[in-house]
Protein backbone atom coordinates (compact mmCIF):
# COMPACT_ATOMS: atom_id res chain seq x y z
CA UNK A 1 0.00 0.00 0.00
CA UNK A 2 1.46 3.26 -1.22
CA UNK A 3 1.62 5.98 1.58
CA UNK A 4 3.60 9.34 2.48
CA UNK A 5 5.24 9.73 5.54
CA UNK A 6 5.39 12.83 7.76
CA UNK A 7 8.07 15.66 6.93
CA UNK A 8 10.18 17.70 9.19
CA UNK A 9 13.73 19.46 8.13
CA UNK A 10 17.11 18.06 8.00
CA UNK A 11 18.80 21.27 9.57
CA UNK A 12 18.16 24.25 11.70
CA UNK A 13 17.15 27.76 9.41
CA UNK A 14 17.76 30.54 10.49
CA UNK A 15 15.70 33.85 9.35
CA UNK A 16 15.81 37.63 9.90
CA UNK A 17 14.08 40.58 8.67
CA UNK A 18 11.55 42.86 10.00
CA UNK A 19 7.41 42.53 11.52
CA UNK A 20 5.09 44.19 8.54
CA UNK A 21 2.91 45.14 11.36
CA UNK A 22 5.32 46.18 13.92
CA UNK A 23 8.01 47.05 12.16
CA UNK A 24 10.66 45.11 14.55
CA UNK A 25 13.79 43.44 13.81
CA UNK A 26 12.97 39.30 14.15
CA UNK A 27 14.91 36.50 14.27
CA UNK A 28 13.41 32.97 13.85
CA UNK A 29 14.92 29.49 14.00
CA UNK A 30 13.16 26.81 11.96
CA UNK A 31 14.32 23.73 14.11
CA UNK A 32 13.86 20.06 13.38
CA UNK A 33 11.16 18.14 15.06
CA UNK A 34 10.41 14.34 15.45
CA UNK A 35 7.20 12.44 14.01
CA UNK A 36 3.38 13.55 15.77
CA UNK A 37 5.52 16.69 17.60
CA UNK A 38 3.31 19.10 15.01
CA UNK A 39 4.29 22.48 14.21
CA UNK A 40 5.59 24.66 17.40
CA UNK A 41 6.06 28.01 18.11
CA UNK A 42 8.06 28.70 20.94
CA UNK A 43 8.50 32.29 22.59
CA UNK A 44 10.39 33.05 25.76
CA UNK A 45 10.28 29.24 26.87
CA UNK A 46 6.94 29.12 26.00
CA UNK A 47 6.09 26.36 23.24
CA UNK A 48 3.01 27.60 21.65
CA UNK A 49 1.08 24.87 18.89
CA UNK A 50 0.05 26.29 15.87
CA UNK A 51 -3.64 25.18 16.01
CA UNK A 52 -7.12 26.76 15.92
CA UNK A 53 -7.35 26.62 20.22
CA UNK A 54 -3.98 29.35 20.30
CA UNK A 55 -5.60 31.35 17.62
CA UNK A 56 -6.73 35.01 19.34
CA UNK A 57 -6.10 37.59 16.98
CA UNK A 58 -7.53 38.01 13.31
CA UNK A 59 -6.89 41.76 12.58
CA UNK A 60 -5.06 41.98 9.06
CA UNK A 61 -3.01 39.09 10.55
CA UNK A 62 -3.41 35.75 12.29
CA UNK A 63 -1.91 35.60 15.66
CA UNK A 64 -1.35 32.65 18.49
CA UNK A 65 -1.39 33.56 21.80
CA UNK A 66 -0.79 31.74 25.15
CA UNK A 67 -0.64 33.75 28.63
CA UNK A 68 0.84 36.99 27.52
CA UNK A 69 3.04 35.86 24.93
CA UNK A 70 1.80 36.48 21.16
CA UNK A 71 3.11 36.17 18.12
CA UNK A 72 1.76 37.46 14.68
CA UNK A 73 1.52 37.41 11.34
CA UNK A 74 1.79 33.53 11.01
CA UNK A 75 -0.10 32.93 7.97
CA UNK A 76 2.69 32.87 5.41
CA UNK A 77 5.09 30.56 6.76
CA UNK A 78 2.48 28.13 7.78
CA UNK A 79 1.64 28.18 4.16
CA UNK A 80 4.97 27.18 3.24
CA UNK A 81 4.91 25.03 5.90
CA UNK A 82 1.96 23.15 4.10
CA UNK A 83 3.61 23.71 0.67
CA UNK A 84 6.38 21.77 1.78
CA UNK A 85 4.74 19.09 3.39
CA UNK A 86 6.06 19.70 7.01
CA UNK A 87 4.00 18.20 9.55
CA UNK A 88 6.73 18.81 12.57
CA UNK A 89 8.61 21.47 13.29
CA UNK A 90 9.86 24.40 16.09
CA UNK A 91 9.71 27.38 14.97
CA UNK A 92 11.93 30.08 17.89
CA UNK A 93 11.17 33.26 17.81
CA UNK A 94 12.28 36.49 19.13
CA UNK A 95 10.26 38.76 18.61
CA UNK A 96 6.04 39.42 18.33
CA UNK A 97 6.08 38.98 14.33
CA UNK A 98 7.00 36.66 12.14
CA UNK A 99 8.68 38.86 9.56
CA UNK A 100 7.30 39.47 6.23
CA UNK A 101 10.43 38.96 4.04
CA UNK A 102 9.11 39.65 1.02
CA UNK A 103 5.30 39.66 1.49
CA UNK A 104 5.06 36.36 0.18
CA UNK A 105 5.52 33.37 1.26
CA UNK A 106 8.38 32.06 -1.56
CA UNK A 107 11.42 32.90 0.40
CA UNK A 108 10.10 30.28 3.86
CA UNK A 109 9.22 27.13 1.22
CA UNK A 110 13.26 28.48 -0.85
CA UNK A 111 14.90 27.99 2.60
CA UNK A 112 13.30 25.01 3.61
CA UNK A 113 14.08 23.32 0.39
CA UNK A 114 17.52 24.33 0.65
CA UNK A 115 18.13 23.26 4.11
CA UNK A 116 15.92 20.04 3.05
CA UNK A 117 13.25 17.66 4.18
CA UNK A 118 13.88 14.93 6.58
CA UNK A 119 10.80 12.10 5.96
CA UNK A 120 10.12 11.08 9.16
CA UNK A 121 9.33 7.31 10.41
CA UNK A 122 5.52 7.68 11.14
CA UNK A 123 2.65 8.16 7.86
CA UNK A 124 1.30 11.48 7.66
CA UNK A 125 -2.29 12.43 8.44
CA UNK A 126 -4.84 14.14 6.92
CA UNK A 127 -8.13 15.74 8.36
CA UNK A 128 -10.83 14.61 5.88
CA UNK A 129 -13.93 17.23 5.51
CA UNK A 130 -16.78 14.70 6.16
CA UNK A 131 -19.69 17.06 5.63
CA UNK A 132 -21.02 20.67 4.51
CA UNK A 133 -19.36 23.25 6.44
CA UNK A 134 -20.81 27.01 5.56
CA UNK A 135 -20.09 30.07 7.88
CA UNK A 136 -20.78 33.79 7.04
CA UNK A 137 -19.95 37.05 7.93
CA UNK A 138 -21.75 40.16 6.30
CA UNK A 139 -21.98 38.80 2.66
CA UNK A 140 -18.88 36.74 3.12
CA UNK A 141 -18.91 33.23 3.20
CA UNK A 142 -16.55 30.02 3.26
CA UNK A 143 -18.30 26.66 2.65
CA UNK A 144 -16.11 23.24 2.47
CA UNK A 145 -17.39 20.33 0.88
CA UNK A 146 -15.94 16.57 1.36
CA UNK A 147 -14.12 15.65 -1.63
CA UNK A 148 -10.99 13.24 -2.91
CA UNK A 149 -8.48 16.15 -3.05
CA UNK A 150 -7.69 19.50 -1.82
CA UNK A 151 -8.45 22.52 -3.17
CA UNK A 152 -8.58 26.33 -2.01
CA UNK A 153 -10.64 28.76 -4.02
CA UNK A 154 -10.62 32.77 -3.32
CA UNK A 155 -13.35 34.47 -5.07
CA UNK A 156 -12.56 38.31 -4.76
CA UNK A 157 -14.81 40.91 -5.27
CA UNK A 158 -13.49 44.70 -5.33
CA UNK A 159 -14.65 47.80 -6.35
CA UNK A 160 -10.73 48.01 -8.25
CA UNK A 161 -9.96 47.44 -11.87
CA UNK A 162 -7.26 45.48 -11.02
CA UNK A 163 -8.40 43.17 -8.46
CA UNK A 164 -12.13 43.25 -9.71
CA UNK A 165 -14.35 40.21 -9.45
CA UNK A 166 -11.86 37.45 -9.78
CA UNK A 167 -11.40 34.02 -8.84
CA UNK A 168 -8.10 31.31 -7.84
CA UNK A 169 -8.11 28.06 -7.15
CA UNK A 170 -5.39 26.09 -5.72
CA UNK A 171 -5.36 22.42 -6.26
CA UNK A 172 -3.14 19.53 -4.98
CA UNK A 173 -3.83 18.07 -8.25
CA UNK A 174 -2.20 20.88 -10.09
CA UNK A 175 0.70 21.11 -7.81
CA UNK A 176 1.03 24.75 -9.07
CA UNK A 177 1.53 26.03 -5.42
CA UNK A 178 4.41 28.15 -6.80
CA UNK A 179 1.75 30.33 -8.41
CA UNK A 180 0.32 30.98 -5.11
CA UNK A 181 3.54 30.89 -2.99
CA UNK A 182 5.03 33.99 -4.90
CA UNK A 183 1.94 35.91 -4.53
CA UNK A 184 3.18 38.62 -2.38
CA UNK A 185 0.30 40.86 0.47
CA UNK A 186 -1.43 43.93 -0.71
CA UNK A 187 -2.89 47.13 0.44
CA UNK A 188 -4.34 50.75 -0.75
CA UNK A 189 -2.29 53.89 0.14
CA UNK A 190 -5.57 55.03 0.98
CA UNK A 191 -5.82 52.82 4.27
CA UNK A 192 -2.10 53.06 4.86
CA UNK A 193 -2.50 56.08 7.34
CA UNK A 194 -5.22 54.41 8.47
CA UNK A 195 -3.35 51.14 9.69
CA UNK A 196 -0.66 53.02 10.67
CA UNK A 197 -2.50 54.58 13.70
CA UNK A 198 -4.35 51.78 14.75
CA UNK A 199 -0.10 50.85 15.36
CA UNK A 200 -0.01 48.61 12.44
CA UNK A 201 1.86 48.78 9.00
CA UNK A 202 5.26 50.06 10.38
CA UNK A 203 7.60 47.34 8.49
CA UNK A 204 5.33 48.17 5.35
CA UNK A 205 7.31 49.19 2.22
CA UNK A 206 7.39 48.43 -1.28
CA UNK A 207 9.77 45.80 -0.98
CA UNK A 208 7.18 43.50 1.12
CA UNK A 209 3.58 44.57 -0.33
CA UNK A 210 2.17 45.70 -3.18
CA UNK A 211 0.72 49.15 -2.99
CA UNK A 212 -2.67 49.89 -4.61
CA UNK A 213 -3.43 53.88 -5.22
CA UNK A 214 -6.75 53.62 -7.50
CA UNK A 215 -6.59 51.16 -9.84
CA UNK A 216 -2.78 51.61 -10.81
CA UNK A 217 0.19 49.57 -8.62
CA UNK A 218 2.87 51.87 -6.85
CA UNK A 219 5.60 49.05 -6.90
CA UNK A 220 7.95 50.01 -9.63
CA UNK A 221 8.32 46.44 -10.45
CA UNK A 222 4.39 46.04 -10.84
CA UNK A 223 2.66 42.79 -10.30
CA UNK A 224 4.66 39.15 -10.05
CA UNK A 225 0.64 37.88 -11.69
CA UNK A 226 -1.97 39.98 -13.27
CA UNK A 227 -4.11 37.91 -10.49
CA UNK A 228 -1.70 38.86 -7.67
CA UNK A 229 -4.15 39.37 -4.51
CA UNK A 230 -6.61 37.11 -5.52
CA UNK A 231 -3.59 34.89 -5.12
CA UNK A 232 -2.68 36.01 -1.84
CA UNK A 233 -5.92 35.70 -0.91
CA UNK A 234 -5.56 32.08 -1.69
CA UNK A 235 -2.29 31.86 0.56
CA UNK A 236 -3.87 32.90 3.41
CA UNK A 237 -6.04 30.66 3.28
CA UNK A 238 -3.78 27.98 2.95
CA UNK A 239 -1.94 28.72 6.18
CA UNK A 240 -4.83 29.63 8.17
CA UNK A 241 -6.85 26.04 7.21
CA UNK A 242 -3.42 24.47 8.20
CA UNK A 243 -4.30 25.41 12.20
CA UNK A 244 -6.61 22.38 11.71
CA UNK A 245 -3.34 20.52 13.06
CA UNK A 246 -3.40 18.56 9.80
CA UNK A 247 -3.91 19.23 5.95
CA UNK A 248 -7.32 19.43 4.81
CA UNK A 249 -9.08 17.25 2.36
CA UNK A 250 -11.77 19.03 0.74
CA UNK A 251 -13.10 21.80 -1.41
CA UNK A 252 -12.80 25.17 0.28
CA UNK A 253 -14.60 28.32 -1.41
CA UNK A 254 -13.93 31.93 0.32
CA UNK A 255 -16.32 34.45 -1.39
CA UNK A 256 -14.13 37.42 0.41
CA UNK A 257 -13.10 35.84 3.48
CA UNK A 258 -10.50 37.05 5.52
CA UNK A 259 -8.63 36.00 8.62
CA UNK A 260 -11.41 35.94 10.93
CA UNK A 261 -13.51 34.01 8.81
CA UNK A 262 -10.74 31.39 8.18
CA UNK A 263 -10.60 30.64 11.51
CA UNK A 264 -14.21 30.55 12.64
CA UNK A 265 -14.35 28.12 9.17
CA UNK A 266 -11.60 26.04 11.12
CA UNK A 267 -13.32 26.38 14.49
CA UNK A 268 -16.67 24.99 13.20
CA UNK A 269 -15.06 22.06 11.30
CA UNK A 270 -13.50 20.99 14.67
CA UNK A 271 -16.49 22.01 16.77
CA UNK A 272 -19.04 20.11 14.27
CA UNK A 273 -16.56 17.53 14.37
CA UNK A 274 -16.80 17.42 9.91
CA UNK A 275 -13.55 15.65 9.53
CA UNK A 276 -11.74 12.04 10.11
CA UNK A 277 -8.25 12.07 10.80
CA UNK A 278 -7.22 9.45 7.88
CA UNK A 279 -3.59 8.12 6.57
CA UNK A 280 -2.37 8.61 3.16
CA UNK A 281 -2.61 5.27 2.45
CA UNK A 282 -6.39 5.73 3.13
CA UNK A 283 -6.62 8.40 1.32
CA UNK A 284 -5.52 7.40 -2.21
CA UNK A 285 -2.08 8.35 -4.26
CA UNK A 286 -3.42 10.91 -7.07
CA UNK A 287 -5.20 12.71 -4.52
CA UNK A 288 -2.34 14.74 -2.18
CA UNK A 289 -0.99 15.73 -4.99
CA UNK A 290 3.08 16.12 -5.98
CA UNK A 291 4.53 17.55 -2.59
CA UNK A 292 7.69 19.87 -3.02
CA UNK A 293 10.91 17.35 -3.22
ZN1 LIG B 1 -1.23 37.49 3.75
Redesign the pocket.
Known amino acids: MFCINQRSIKKEILIKGIGLHSGQPVNLRLIPAKSNEGINFVKEGKVIPAVIDYATGFEF?TTLSKGNVKISTI??LMSALFFTGIDNIYIEIDAEEVPILDGSAIKFVEKIKKAGIEILGEEKMYAVLSKEVVVYENGKFIKGKPSNTFTATYHAQYNNRIIGNRKYTYSNLKADFENVAKAR?YCFLEEVEMLQKMGLAKGGSLDNAVVFEGDSVLNPEGLRFDDEPVK?KV??LI?DLYLLGYPLIGDVYSYKGGHKLNAAFVRKIIDEKAFDIKCSSQIGIRNFGRLVA
Open positions: SEHTHLDG
